[in-house]
């Protein structure tokens, strides 16, 4: 979040500098019309031409592949993008121009499939943001609570259904794994006719008086089979690797649990920062038409000149813009929230929290850490990966190992139930590999990689967890001091608007002081609108980093 309402004038660095913050995602908060059309200008500029962003995208295709072309290593896990490289390969053969075309051609596909990729990211970090409905809407204006709301996020929420349903399918590929330990018994009855042609065995010369057409005849069965296998140690540690994967998919739902919470306490306090801005900028468009009526006053009685009115005209419609700007910002985070939490679609609402401010004192970075360790379901469902990547690295070697298994069935048969007569068949084994064509050690390389892809994503999460926690804290000390000093600058700016005011009614200023003094009054009350939304938005994200978002999110929030 770049705050921008202090800004008077911007540069051309000034500019380049905001068009890299815009692109990388940066929320930029300004209430001047100056300042506002200069961003325009840049979101504009940013898109571009058609013609611009093809030439630009023919341009990174060429030199995608003559980079690739002269020894670049790549490295890339998506289908399209590994598919683009191997075409980058196969079309090094042939003649310098089918070489550079086929370059070209497959450059563009590599490109264009890193645009797509980096699409499904975006809409992967959007999936907490959206919802299912929760019905249809009702007529009452509902008072919504921020309990209520995260109540219903943890239901409703896509992305707490997501990972629920993806814990669900873990638990399903545990019991597949489970089933090929346990014994698989079978069951059936039949009632069979046939009619045979010994004719198709090579039995018609026969001189045996057998008929060549024997039939049609009639027989029934009743049957009943049992599998077991009795020693497998590669279905054994998949087994295992199994349940481990699934106790990771349930720890990755709570985590999801914890985004869910701090997105939607985020939206919330979104709603009351965008409320207070509209309550503050309503007092200055009070302040600003009052302004104006007394300059109109003065013009009359010919005490004050025409500019005055017409500087206070300016400020007022101003102020009722920024109004506007703030009505309209105060109603998109609404849609927000309620999009979040699964409200039923055109539902009126209003919030029933205010979340004064309320200061806590946190916890030292050495015991957020020791919490953050035990408590981040993120870290606690990384190190059961890792546990289940080398359960599976073990199940893969004991491809190696000899299998045991028996199996038997029995059967009644004969012509009729009462003409029938039982049999069975039993067989036990024992099946050792001897050359599998490098399978298992594929199997086996495959898998080492895979451990040390969740190694290292246990580690990189080790030092995530720091990382929050340290900005949390950092966030939230910065947070409550820059509460103080905003109240501080409000109470010294509305002591210089009235005293800015006084001045300008007993003739000795004109209007420009007062108008002045309004600005800075409004900048002050944005700045500390501001700083009460990051002071709890601080807490809620220390919350999140010590993992205990979902359970104690009111105990952060109310400082108690």
Known sequence: MVDLNEITFIDKSGERLLRHLVREGAQCIATGVYVKHVLDKLRAKGKGSVLKRLAAFFLAAVIAAFTFRFGAQCIATGIYIKHGLEQLIIKGKGSVLNRLMGFFLAAV????AVLISAGTARAQNAVVSGSVPSGPASDELVQLTLRDAIKMAL??????????????????QRLLALSNLLPQVS???SENVEQVNLATFGLNGLKTGIPTVVGPFSYSSVDASVSQTLFSYESIQRFRAART?????????????DVVTLTVGNAYLRIIEADSRIKAQEAQVQNARALYDRAVDQVHAGSAPRIDATRTEVQLHT??????????????????????IGLPLGQEFELA???????????SVDDALQIASKSRSDFRSALDSQKAAAQTLSAAKGERYPTVAVNGSYGDIGSTFGHSHGDFTFQAGIRVPLFTGGRIKGDITQAEAELRQRKAEAENIRGQIDQDIRNALLNLNAAKEQVEVAKQNVGLANESLARSKDRFTSGVTDSVEVVQAEQALASANDQYITSLYNHNFAKLSLARALGVARTNYQ???GGK
């Open 109 to 112: 596909i590599t490109v264009f």
């Open 155 to 172: 239901r409703y929420n896509l992305g707490a259904i997501e990972s629920g349903q993806n814990a669900q399918i873990a638990r399903g």
């Open 187 to 189: 069951a059936g009855a």
């Open 245 to 257: 994967a699934e106790q990771a998919a349930q720890l990755s739902y709570q985590d999801i649990l």
């Open 319 to 340: 102020e009722e813009y920024n109004l506007s700007i703030a009505r309209n910002n105060f109603a998109v985070a609404k849609l927000a929230l309620g999009r979040a």
């Open 353 to 363: 929290d205010t979340l004064p401010y309320s200061d806590i004192t946190p916890v």
């Open 555 to 557: 105990q952060y929030l």
